[in-house]
């Protein structure tokens, strides 16, 4: 064989080894285990638990809440699946999920406790240098964001899901790119409703307090959709609503049963926005359009109709809910990408600030503006520990 010839075999074999060698580098880091940590495992966090499970490669290493009972049938449910027992934590109080933020073996976590703790745990989170996955909202005060915003600006690398899984529906995001791109004309009008039906869920969901009312808990869903098709910020709202028509004689329960916001943004689009717990069966739903100058968009429906044709034009891609937003973190968390999460810090805080000015001008009794709500101090402040 000539030197030449060996030459060329050479170069092919080591070609095929440097193909292989950064494919299989790639293999790797799209299937690396993740040790994971969930804190708060009651509904929702039971739920996000298994939807996790069906996950391939994520090791679930600890359970954390303060709810003995919450904790053992997560735990039981972890055990079953993975044929591991977690570490159990929570029985040393509400701060006892801190321990898993400074543990090196935890890479991530899912985060679903009541919302007056989501502030204080997800800026210990990203002090602490940890991804993780938090369910709505990301705040029910406004100091609760600033505080949220200086952890985010100190820890730019930390992966951060905020749970809008609706995010997660590529026809979806295709149907919200082509409005983006002008296809349905200038967005004049937002019709928004969410009607529940006459229910009052007890426990935290009634005082405000612990949940930040129902345009925090809530509503935030549609108010991510909202953002995630203006990309800004209202410049006002007016809102109106009732409290004491469900359990009027409750005295603990301080929650809007219903109300109803216009919301103003720049270069005219007026959006409405009516929510509520007092619709009898036949009249609950949900609606999530807007109406521009070529057409109109159903963002939930994830379909377009344009004027001039009048039929659907349905959004391209995968469906997506919870398991594909978790799979959209874990998948963040392992490429080591903040950006390519679906719905980040961006989206949780501009989400909240719909609702804290829906809020705000709800107790005011007037229209209230962005400046307005920019000024507020409502007087509450994150316990952070030091790392």
């Given amino acids: 064989m000539s ?12 070609s095929a080894a440097m193909v292989f060698g950064a494919f299989s580098s790639s293999f790797n880091a799209q299937t690396k285990e993740l040790n994971c940590a969930f804190i708060g495992v009651g509904g929702r966090g039971t739920d996000l638990l298994r939807e996790t499970l069906r996950l391939p490669n994520i090791r679930v290493v600890a359970i954390c809440d303060i709810n003995a009972q919450n904790r ?15 570490e ?14 400074a543990r090196k073996d935890i890479d991530c976590l899912v985060i679903s406790t009541p919302c007056n703790w989501h502030a204080t745990m997800y800026i210990d989170a990203m002090n602490a240098n940890k991804h993780f996955y938090g369910e709505k909202p990301i705040a029910i005060t406004m100091n609760e964001i600033r505080a949220i ?27 919200v790119k082509r409005v983006h791109e002008g296809e349905i004309g200038e967005l004049l009008e937002g019709r928004f409703y969410r009607y529940n039906n006459w229910v009052s869920l007890g426990r935290w969901f009634n005082k405000r307090e612990l949940s930040g009312d129902w345009m925090l808990e809530q509503a935030v869903h549609e108010f991510n959709l909202i953002w995630w098709v203006t990309k800004t910020n209202p410049i006002a709202v007016y809102a109106v609503g009732r409290r004491n028509v469900i359990e009027p004689q409750n005295p603990e329960r301080n929650v809007t049963d219903y109300y109803t916001a216009v919301i103003e943004y720049p270069n005219g689009l007026i959006v409405h926005y009516s929510h509520g717990w007092i619709s009898p069966q036949g009249f609950t739903g949900i609606a999530t359009h807007f109406i521009g100058t070529k057409g109109a968009v159903d963002i939930l429906g994830a379909y377009i109709v344009l004027r001039d044709k009048g039929e659907r034009i349905y959004g391209q891609g995968q469906p997506g809910d919870t398991f594909e937003h978790l799979q959209n973190f874990f998948e963040a968390v392992r490429a080591g990408d903040p950006k390519a999460v679906y719905c980040g810090v961006e989206n949780g805080v501009a989400a909240s600030y719909v609702g804290l000015l829906i809020r705000l001008s709800i107790d005011k009794g007037r229209r209230v503006t962005f400046e307005d709500l920019m000024q507020l101090d409502d007087g509450w402040s994150p316990l952070v520990p030091t790392y």
């Fill in 149 to 175: 915003l200086e952890a985010r600006k100190k820890n730019p690398k930390v992966v951060v899901q905020i749970g809008f899984q609706w995010g997660a529906h590529r026809g979806r995001a295709d149907v």
């Fill in 3 to 14: 030197e030449r010839m060996m030459r060329r075999d050479f170069l092919k074999a080591a």
């Fill in 88 to 101: 159990a934590l929570g029985d040393k109080g509400v701060f006892h999920y801190r321990e898993l933020l």
């Fill in 72 to 86: 053992e049938r997560a735990v039981a449910i972890v055990q079953e699946a993975q044929k591991h027992r977690p």
